[in-house]
């Protein structure tokens, strides 16, 4: 049986993997891949081994170190693969940051940041393999989904 | 010999080590001993309280008189520009060029620090809604040093609103530090918060959990009792509870003879009057010892030299 691609090969760019179905389209904004002028191509809701998930492939465009580790709040177990002449040159795994900073809202509603003009920032561990956020002014610890981004 | 407290903002007990929390309480001793009396001669303390507070400002302020200096400042945001709208950012920038320290209290989360990052003057967090009061802290730790001696390897239970409370929030994980056994009592919708419980997992902290204060009494060190605000109980479920968590002379015939009643304050009826009159008594000590803890404070980040 002849065998087709899902999502379309890419000449040169990145292609991000294994994203948690549902989260490309955030990872599309922090990216603001909206205003990217080269060729992007998401897939969503693809079946993988490990159940479903979402696919990003971007036509000449190439992720900072920050970039990817900002990834990994959304997507903790991505790959993100380098490609040229539609060879994969280099693999990633996403790691997750320290910090954010000026990406999430702070979910508390008596936090200083809902009102003042502040960037705000927080710090991210793994505990039991949960992602946890702790907001560095009101100090409030938080489970990854409780936070929100901020819409670009 | 220098002092690296000196110019520095206090916004979070966690940001202080074993050894910073040493110096203070060493230096509050010094004071309550021998006070200072024209040690911060000349230097302004804003004491700017967008919230009400009747032990932590009197007690801020009475500490900068009592070494010498002066005091300007408010006690509710309703006379200052916050009511015409004025952000905080706003205020505190203003204030920084009139006063040599800031000590702030506002109901917001995360308002010192932001108030630190904005002033180049030192910030001292007097309370920021429900996070952070690192001097109470401060001031808890002294008292269970002067009541028992040490602060490591005590039995210490906190009692009553243990989910709203930040002064056993900030407590609970200082204590950390001193190999401490905890036991927490309170009802279950005001039971410690789990970010707490991990925190002193992590450190390796032993904790226990119960719902009346006579299971645990007769092994403790310390009381920590608080106040359980009536408005968050309807009232048959708050008569019903309320006996749990409330302290009577009667209960403290079995307790361990250094036992001591501490409670940040205000009590309601809580702590019976009568439990007043007994030696575990110790939280209008502890209130008393608020005094010399910000006297040391003070006198820390406003000295360059340690005295």
């Known amino acids: 049986m002849e065998k087709t691609l899902s999502v379309t090969a890419i000449n040169n760019g990145t292609v991000i993997d294994h994203i948690p179905a549902g989260q490309a389209i955030t990872i599309l904004r922090l990216l603001k891949l909206v205003d990217h002028k080269n060729q992007v191509t998401i897939g969503l809701n693809l079946s993988g081994n490990r159940g479903f998930k979402d696919l990003i492939k971007m036509e000449n465009r190439y992720l900072t170190d920050r970039e990817m580790h900002e990834i990994a709040i959304f997507a903790p177990n991505a790959t993100i693969n380098t490609i040229k002449d539609f060879k994969v040159i280099k693999k990633h795994k996403a790691l997750l940051p320290e910090s954010v900073i000026d990406i999430m809202r702070c979910p508390n509603p008596r936090c200083v940041t809902q009102n003042e003009p502040l960037k705000t920032c927080f710090d991210l561990y793994k505990h039991n393999e949960i992602i946890k956020l702790r907001c560095k002014y009101c100090e409030k610890t938080f489970l990854r989904e409780e936070v929100k981004e901020y819409v670009a | ?307």
Do not use: W
């Not at chain 2, 910073?20 to 021998?34: F, G, R, V, W």
């Not at chain 2, 952070?132 to 002067?146: A, F, G, K, R, V």
């Not at chain 2, 032993?206 to 106040?227: A, C, G, M």
């Open chain 2, 1 to 307: 010999m220098s002092n690296h407290f000196y110019d520095r903002d206090l916004i979070s007990i966690s940001e202080l080590s074993q050894s910073e929390i040493s110096l203070i309480l060493d230096t509050a001793k010094k004071i309550k001993q021998s006070p200072k009396k024209n040690l911060l001669q000349g230097k302004i303390l804003a004491s700017c309280f967008f919230e009400a507070s009747t032990r932590t400002r009197l007690s801020f302020e009475a500490a900068m008189l009592k070494l010498g200096g002066g005091v300007c400042g408010f006690s509710d945001a309703g006379s200052t520009s916050a009511k015409k709208g004025e952000s905080l950012y706003d205020s505190i920038k203003v204030i920084t060029a009139y006063a040599d320290v800031i000590v702030l209290r506002h109901p917001q989360e995360g308002a010192a620090r932001m108030a630190a990052e904005v002033s180049n003057k030192p910030i001292i967090n007097a309370g920021d809604g429900s996070n952070q009061h690192p001097s109470q802290t401060l001031l808890d730790l002294y008292t269970i040093y002067e009541c028992q001696g040490r602060l490591d390897d005590l039995h210490i239970a906190f009692v009553g609103d243990l989910k709203y409370g930040r002064t056993v929030h900030s407590l609970s994980q200082a204590c950390a530090a001193y190999n401490t056994k905890y036991y927490f009592v309170s009802p279950d919708i005001l039971k410690m918060p789990e970010y707490i419980c991990d925190y002193l997992s992590s450190k390796g902290m032993n904790y226990s959990i119960h719902s009346n204060i006579n299971e645990i009494i007769d092994q403790v060190d310390i009381l920590y009792i608080t106040r359980l605000q009536k408005e968050r109980f309807d009232e048959a479920e708050f008569k019903q509870i309320q006996g749990k968590y409330s302290l009577t002379a009667e209960m403290l015939r079995e307790v361990k003879p250094n036992m001591r009643v501490m409670h940040p304050l205000p009590r309601v009826d809580e702590i019976e009057v009568a439990v007043d009159r007994t030696k575990h008594a110790y939280y209008f000590e502890q209130a008393e010892n608020g005094l010399y803890v910000r006297e040391a404070l003070l006198a820390l980040i406003l000295n360059k030299e340690l005295f």
